[in-house]
């Protein structure tokens, strides 16, 4: 049966949900040396072949480290769906003035051929169909050009995921896909496959090392699966403390580290709609 998709849209109509999450990676995130070395060659393949195009920017951060943040570069240009996200970058105080664009990932308002690279970090399961966004972003990336998917496993955060769906059957609430099933790194490379000649998956691997579990809850309540469990908020802050109950049977008043992973889909070679 086809993964029911989940609407982000709703979420972002404030920046605070995403704000949250990236927050947690980057303070908590610790990758190995295998995927630290991973994402610094990345980074340095994507600087070297400008202009770069930030698909889906949100609040400008990436979660991952690979490409440029949307302020870091004057070569970069960063587009999103979500106004919210773009007012929150232009607001932020910059060294540089970003060069941002409000646009759909699945059609995107420029030319064809015109970026050296282009970069979509855990943001493609956002998308209804995410080879659409495939095909836009091979259009606009030069024949040498290079585009970088990353996203995570379908098996990421097993910890947060077997207490929130022990906690929603508890309470008998809706337990509904995790948004990242839509493009994970298990299907990514199929899904990218059509618009490009190569498509290559480098896994990453890490843990979210929060320093306790009201940490984890912060997160969590960031989450769509967890705002779609139930429609009201006092259901929802039981949902949130029966989490807390579940994890804290596990990990007590220490740490409370998340096993996460994924995968960065280096592509290259565009295959353009029309192309023989």
Same mark, same amino acid.
């Given at each position: 049966?086809?993964?029911?998709?989940?609407?982000?849209?709703?979420?972002?109509?404030?920046?605070?949900?995403?704000?949250?999450?990236?927050?947690?990676?980057?303070?908590?995130?610790?990758?190995?040396?295998?995927?630290?070395?991973?994402?610094?060659?990345?980074?340095?393949?994507?600087?070297?072949?400008?202009?770069?195009?930030?698909?889906?920017?949100?609040?400008?951060?990436?979660?991952?480290?690979?490409?440029?943040?949307?302020?870091?570069? $004057?070569?970069? #240009?960063?587009? +999103?769906?979500? %106004?919210?996200? @773009?007012? /929150?970058?232009?607001?932020? *105080?910059?060294?540089?003035? $970003?060069?941002? #664009?409000?646009? +759909?990932?699945? %059609?995107?308002? @420029?030319? /064809?051929?015109?970026?050296? *690279?282009?970069?979509?970090?855990?943001?493609?399961?956002?998308?209804?169909?995410?080879?659409?966004?495939?095909?836009?972003?091979?259009?606009?990336?030069?024949?040498?050009?290079?585009?970088?998917?990353?996203?995570?496993?379908?098996?990421?955060?097993?910890?947060?995921?077997?207490?929130?769906?022990?906690?929603?059957?508890?309470?008998?609430?809706?337990?509904?896909?995790?948004?990242?099933?839509?493009?994970?790194?298990?299907?990514?490379?199929?899904?990218?496959?059509?618009?490009?000649?190569?498509?290559?998956?480098?896994?990453?691997?890490?843990?979210?090392?929060?320093?306790?579990?009201?940490?984890?809850?912060?997160?969590?309540?960031?989450?769509?699966?967890?705002?779609?469990?139930?429609?009201?908020?006092?259901?929802?802050?039981?949902?949130?403390?029966?989490?807390?109950?579940?994890?804290?049977?596990?990990?007590?008043?220490?740490?409370?580290?998340?096993?996460?992973?994924?995968?960065?889909?280096?592509?290259?070679?565009?295959?353009?709609?029309?192309?023989?």
């Amino acid at each position: 049966m086809p993964t029911p998709f989940v609407d982000p849209r709703p979420l972002y109509e404030t920046e605070s949900p995403l704000s949250t999450r990236v927050g947690a990676f980057g303070r908590y995130l610790a990758v190995d040396s295998a995927s630290q070395s991973l994402f610094e060659h990345v980074t340095s393949e994507i600087a070297g072949r400008s202009p770069v195009l930030d698909i889906g920017c949100g609040v400008g951060v990436p979660l991952l480290p690979v490409g440029p943040a949307v302020f870091d570069r $004057p070569d970069v #240009i960063a587009g +999103d769906l979500s %106004l919210r996200q @773009l007012q /929150s970058i232009r607001e932020a *105080s910059l060294k540089h003035q $970003p060069n941002l #664009i409000q646009f +759909d990932a699945t %059609l995107l308002p @420029l030319r /064809s051929a015109s970026f050296g *690279s282009a970069v979509a970090r855990h943001m493609l399961y956002h998308v209804p169909d995410p080879r659409q966004a495939a095909s836009e972003a091979a259009r606009v990336i030069r024949d040498d050009g290079l585009f970088v998917a990353t996203t995570n496993s379908s098996s990421s955060r097993p910890e947060l995921q077997d207490a929130h769906t022990e906690a929603v059957t508890d309470l008998g609430g809706r337990l509904v896909e995790r948004m990242s099933t839509n493009f994970d790194a298990e299907s990514g490379g199929q899904k990218l496959g059509g618009s490009f000649l190569e498509v290559r998956a480098e896994p990453w691997s890490g843990v979210l090392a929060f320093p306790t579990v009201d940490a984890v809850l912060d997160y969590y309540r960031s989450t769509a699966y967890f705002k779609m469990a139930f429609d009201t908020a006092a259901d929802r802050a039981r949902l949130a403390g029966r989490v807390a109950e579940i994890l804290r049977s596990q990990y007590g008043d220490g740490p409370a580290p998340l096993t996460v992973g994924g995968a960065a889909f280096i592509c290259e070679g565009p295959i353009r709609v029309g192309d023989p």
